[in-house]
T-cell receptor, first 110, second 113 residues
């Protein structure tokens, strides 16, 4: 079983729609959780950290369910510029290696 | 401010040759990480440094891969006797102990013919 599993997509979503991605992780000792965004042929960039209480940043909402070992990302009112690959990322020990899912590819259609 | 930089941005080499990839982390970042991303694969951890020491080398795929870091700053990843399966984008990241976020460089795209 992969340490971090995501649906690879692709998700093709009309502009303005709401889209949700899910991710599961296998190591119950994992401590930190993130969503990174990666544009084509670019490096990954942090989109947001994910906290147990859930957190929101503008149109983006992330949630963590430790009991089910499940992380989600919700994008509301999607924009063309949201088209990218979204990487679910887990960190067992702070400031040590990150474990990445293979990413979910999102394309927003005009 | 300056981000993580990597050189070269692209490297084409012949099978069997050695290559060196360089990473300059963000100034003041004590932790430095190497990852690689192969076509259609997720990012795979290779090695990480805390200062000049490498507490975790578990991701290095074979003894042809090595890395060093000097002066708590620049790091070099060396691949000896390259093979075609080494073709990938090699990404470097750095982080500060105060903030649990890794900042990535633009990567080196390695192609082994």
């Amino acid at each position: 079983r992969k340490e971090v599993e995501q649906d690879p997509g692709p998700f093709n979503v009309p502009e303005g729609a709401t889209v949700a991605f899910n991710c599961t992780y296998s190591n119950s000792a994992s401590q930190s959780f993130f969503w990174y965004r990666q544009d084509c042929r670019k490096e990954p960039k942090l989109l947001m950290s994910v906290y147990s209480s859930g957190n929101e940043d503008g149109r983006f909402t992330a949630q963590l369910n430790r009991a089910s070992q499940y992380i989600s990302l919700l994008i509301r009112d999607s924009k063309l510029s949201d088209s990218a690959t979204y990487l679910c990322v887990v960190n067992i020990e702070r400031n040590e290696k990150l474990t990445f899912g293979t990413g979910t590819r999102l394309t927003i259609i005009p | 401010g300056a981000g993580v930089s990597q050189s070269p941005s692209n490297k084409v080499t012949e099978k069997g040759k050695d290559v060196e990839l360089r990473c300059d982390p963000i100034s003041g970042h004590t932790a430095l990480y190497w990852y690689r991303q192969s076509l259609g694969q997720g990012l795979e951890f290779l090695i990480y440094f805390q200062g000049n020491s490498a507490p975790d080398k578990s991701g290095l795929p074979s003894d042809r891969f090595s890395a060093e870091r000097t002066g708590g700053s620049v790091s070099t990843l060396t691949i000896q006797r390259t093979q075609q399966e080494d073709s990938a984008v090699y990404l470097c990241a750095s982080s500060s102990p105060r903030v649990n976020e890794q900042f990535f460089g633009p990567g080196t795209r390695l192609t082994v013919l």
